[in-house]
């Protein structure tokens, strides 16, 4: 692939490229990135993080959500070159077994998933609703939880480990 000289580092950047630095879970990368490349795709593509979703890929289901400098996005509708500087968490970055994250054990414990494809989204919108620190309430948690859809209907159950977790907080 042909390169360009980029002059603000000095590197071989493939030409059509833009080179982009992302604090992803922790680690700081310096990627190519083609203009177009969604986070998403970059987090499932470019980096094997799988478990970010693609839902409806329109930004209607918010199986894709991650933080983004700790606020919850929808990754499919974020280019991923106007992101440059910014820390990125996913659902990888915010626990592994063995040393989970307060919200995935809340999730465990409360049955706040079925099929679980949406889980990873929900925990991301939740952390950043915590983040945020609008939603004390039951009711505030759901109208700021609705972006984020399960298809199983486990809404009550995943309001109740969110309130679970910002109850520890409180």
């Known amino acids: 692939m042909p390169t360009a000289v980029n002059t603000a580092t000095y590197a071989a950047v493939p030409i059509g490229t833009v080179p982009t630095t992302l604090t992803i879970n922790g680690e700081t990368r310096t990627r190519a990135i083609e203009p177009w490349t969604t986070l998403l795709d970059l987090l499932r593509e470019g980096e094997d993080l799988i478990g970010t979703k693609k839902g409806c890929d329109h930004g209607q289901c918010g199986a894709c959500t991650v933080l983004v400098d700790g606020r919850r996005i929808n990754s499919c509708l974020?280019?991923?070159?106007?992101l440059d500087g910014a820390e990125i968490t996913t659902i990888e970055g915010l626990g592994q077994p063995g040393d989970l994250h307060p919200l995935q054990s809340a999730f465990c414990d409360h049955d706040a998933f079925q099929c679980g494809y949406c889980t990873p989204g929900q925990i991301c919108s939740a952390q950043g609703l915590i983040n945020e620190g609008k939603a004390k309430t039951r009711e505030e948690v759901r109208e700021l939880m609705s972006g984020n859809l399960?298809?199983?209907?486990?809404?009550?159950n995943i309001v109740d480990a969110v309130l679970d977790v910002i109850g520890e907080k409180a």
């Open 150 to 156: 399960c298809r199983c209907g486990a809404y009550s």
């Open 78 to 82: 974020k280019l991923a070159v106007t």
